[in-house]
């Protein structure tokens, strides 16, 4: 059964600390991993779609990276707006849409 | 381009009764998902449409089902609620091929008394 573990829970940080959140999975043929960001009481908003070991996007203050085993979120100098979940799925593939989630990262920066 | 929208955003119900959501998916889009969320559990899914035919199906009771129609909105259905059905309920939405990315809807909060 495809598994995704996300750490830390949550994480405190000043007004532009960087930092890295981590996302490891275990799935049988990953066709892609996925980075959302969740406010309280809305739906997850699409940040990032991850394809292959190696691959890195970026966006705005957040980088995104893949290993064959897992996947770092790279927050750089982060502001208060920044504050979110932050959840990680992976998706098998076509004729399977499904998406397995971790459980999130609950991130708060402090101004 | 408007995004995925969902009816309605709250509701409140007692143990026993039924509830039927909806979702209308992002327009292009063929293959809509359902989750349920709630904090002890996280994001579970709960089935997935493509071109009115169920495709993938989570570990979920009977009581839980859903339909799509021709054009692509769909519903869910819960029969005879329990007081854990209660939670947030989101739809996601996607061209249906393979690797794309599915966005979501802002969901229905559902409180079950």
């Known amino acids: 059964e495809d598994q995704v573990t996300q750490s830390p829970e949550a994480l405190r940080l000043q007004e532009g600390e960087s930092s890295s959140l981590n996302c490891s999975y275990t799935?049988?043929?990953?066709?892609?991993l996925f980075w959302y960001r969740q406010d309280p009481g809305k739906g997850p908003e699409f940040l990032f779609t991850?394809?292959?070991a190696g691959e890195e996007k970026e966006k705005e203050r957040l980088k995104a990276t893949l290993t064959k085993k897992e996947s770092f979120l790279h927050i750089t100098a982060p502001k208060p707006e920044d504050s979110a979940t932050y959840l990680c799925?992976?998706?098998?593939?076509?004729?399977?849409?499904?998406?397995?989630f971790g459980t999130g990262t609950r991130l708060t920066i402090i101004p | 381009k408007a995004g995925v929208t969902q009816t309605p955003r709250y509701l409140i119900k007692t143990r026993g009764q039924q509830v039927t959501l909806s979702c209308s998916p992002i327009?292009?889009?063929?293959?809509v998902s359902w989750y349920q969320q709630t904090p002890g559990q996280g994001l579970q899914f709960l089935f997935e449409?493509?071109?009115?035919?169920?495709?993938n199906k989570g570990n979920f009771p009977g009581r839980f089902s859903g339909r799509q129609f021709s054009n692509s909105r769909s519903e869910m259905n819960v029969s005879t609620l329990e007081l854990g059905d209660s939670a947030l309920y989101l739809c996601?939405?996607?061209?249906?091929?393979?690797?794309?990315?599915?966005?979501f809807g802002p969901g229905t909060r559902l409180l079950v008394l």
């Open positions: 327009s292009g889009h063929r293959s």
């Open positions: 449409y493509f071109s009115e035919t169920q495709r």
């Open positions: 799925a992976v998706q098998r593939g076509f004729g399977n849409e499904k998406l397995t």
């Open positions: 799935v049988s043929g990953l066709r892609g």
């Open positions: 991850l394809y292959s």
């Open positions: 996601a939405s996607s061209r249906g091929a393979t690797q794309e990315t599915q966005y």
